[in-house]
């Protein structure tokens, strides 16, 4: 039995998706996104989707993640079906079961790296302290710059920390390295790493870095709207090991 069947015999089910399709009407033509997509993703696994722009890696997410509705077919999460979850709903679904982390950071610049935290704190039900957050991430000598202080890779760990501090069930990260060099990209996957080893956080990564699969218990390789192929990687590279 390989490692992920193992997880998959024992770990349970977090979101199942069946024959999710997604199209897009602009004026009169029409954008299929995605294409009837089955998924299955377990707790406390790490998975890439890794694929060239357009192939809908970000639209998948968006409505795993509650930011968007298919087309056709169904997600669920935990057994709740998301497809016929009212707005508001999903909007508590959102907060208090999925971390986001995006491209751009999205930090308030008036807030310190404290007070971005302490933001999302508020509104969830068993937050970590903004401190204990910041510091999984590797960012105590910074809780109280503000992000102009901040450097790009040290700005997305606020973000991640901002994410992680309500103790989310899911970590959705659409290219949270793509502004990022190589070396501050792998500091923030090591703190994607560590969230997923301490927390047992179920992440998705979504990058066009092949390297960066390597870090994953499984890659989801997406073109067209379609998953065409799954690998699970046997041997695992750490993410502070990477390199590109």
Not at 172 to 187: H, M, N, Q
């Amino acid at each position: 039995m390989s490692n992920m069947d193992a997880v998959a015999s024992t770990k349970e089910v977090i979101f199942k998706a069946e024959g999710l399709t997604k199209i897009y009407r602009m004026g009169e033509v029409e954008v299929h996104a995605l294409r009837g997509i089955d998924l299955l993703l377990y707790a406390g696994e790490l998975v890439v989707l890794l694929g060239p722009s357009g192939s809908g890696k970000s639209t998948l997410l968006n409505i795993l993640g509650g930011l968007d509705v298919p087309t056709a077919g169904h997600v669920w999460y935990h057994g709740e079906d998301l497809t016929s979850a009212s707005d508001a709903e999903l909007t508590a679904f959102r907060r208090e079961h999925v971390g986001f982390v995006f491209q751009f950071y999205n930090l308030i610049p008036s807030l310190t790296a404290r007070e971005n935290v302490a933001i999302v704190t508020e509104i969830a039900p068993q937050p970590l302290a903004p401190a204990e957050a910041l510091a999984m991430v590797g960012l105590t000598e910074r809780l109280d710059h503000f992000p102009a202080q901040l450097s790009g890779g040290e700005q997305q760990r606020v973000a991640i920390a901002r994410a992680i501090a309500k103790r989310p069930v899911v970590m959705l990260c659409d290219e949270p390295t793509g502004a990022l060099d190589s070396s501050t990209g792998i500091r923030v996957l090591d703190a994607l790493e560590q969230v997923n080893n301490t927390m047992g956080t179920t992440t998705v990564i979504i990058t066009h870095n092949v390297d960066i699969a390597r870090m994953a218990h499984r890659v989801l390789y997406m073109a067209d709207g379609r998953i065409v192929r799954e690998q699970v990687n046997e041997q695992r590279i750490a993410a502070r090991e990477l390199h590109w």
